[in-house]
Each structure stands twice: as structure tokens, then as C-alpha cells.
């Protein structure tokens, strides 16, 4: 009987640890990551304050109410989930590790996006937004998305959300 348990135990724990190396692939790759999920969600941050120079003059665009200070507070939050998968092996594997810097410097400025909506500050969100661009072009210098199939699959899976 000890025998059969030792076998058990050891049976499920292998069968556990490589379900854990399956969840640990993402069902997505980098490309379509970026395309179906952050780059949405920082358009959400970034079009929530907008300052708009216009031949009748400027039109400001900012939440109004609880419930938009709201959306644009958790588009940050989960900008900095999504900064959090992308220092997870399925998508760090194999680049260099300035992609984990990249990836902590993106969950840094989408906390301090959560806290300029928190206080429902449009100038502070503006700026932030501004940071958090700069975060994302300075990766993509260094990763620039790619061309061909899997960037027109990624493109593809975006159009069809809309």
C-alpha cells in the first residue's frame, strides 16, 4: 500500500508540473500579445485625455465621470499585468535582458497612470500617457514588430475584435 501511495503521489505530482510548464506557454504569441491585448489597452489610457487644437479652437477630451476615471484607471492596472507576462519565459525566452527592463519599466509608469486617474488629475494622466509611449517606442527600437504572416494573423485577430 505505501508503495501504491509513493507511486500516486509521484504520479500526480508529474502530471501537476507539466500542466505547469503548458500554462506556462502563452496561447499568443508576442505579436498578437501586443496587437490584441496591450496595444488596446493603451489606447484606452492614451485617447482618455486628449487636448485637440482646432480651427474653432481647442476641444479638451477627459473622463467626466466616476465610471470613465474608473475604465481609464484599470486599462493602467491591467498595463501593468500585461508588463508582468512579458517577463514570463514564454516571452522573455530567447531575447536579450533588456526586454525584462523594458517589460519592469512599463509596469513602473502603468502604476504611476493608475495613480494620476486615481486622483482623477487629466494634466497628470496626459503626461503619464506621454511616458508610458516613450517606454513602448524605446522597446520597440529594439524589438520592432514584425512584417509577413504572423504580423497580418496578429493584425487579423485585432480587425475582428473591432
Known sequence: MAKFRTFAVCFTSAILLAGCNQAAQPD???QQFMAQDVQPTADIYWKSVQYINEEGGQRDIQPQTDAEWQAVQD???QLAAYAELLKTPGYAEGRGSDWIQFADSLA???KQAEQAAAEKNPEKVFDVGGTVYSVCSA????YPT???????EAAAGLAADE
Do not use: F, L, Y
Not at 139 to 142: E, G, L, T, V
Not at 146 to 152: H, R
Open 139 to 142: 522597446c520597440h527600437m529594439i
Open 108 to 110: 513602473e509608469v502603468s
Open 146 to 152: 514584425t512584417s509577413g504572416p504572423e504580423a497580418e
Open 75 to 77: 486599462a493602467a492596472r
Open 28 to 30: 499568443k504569441t508576442v
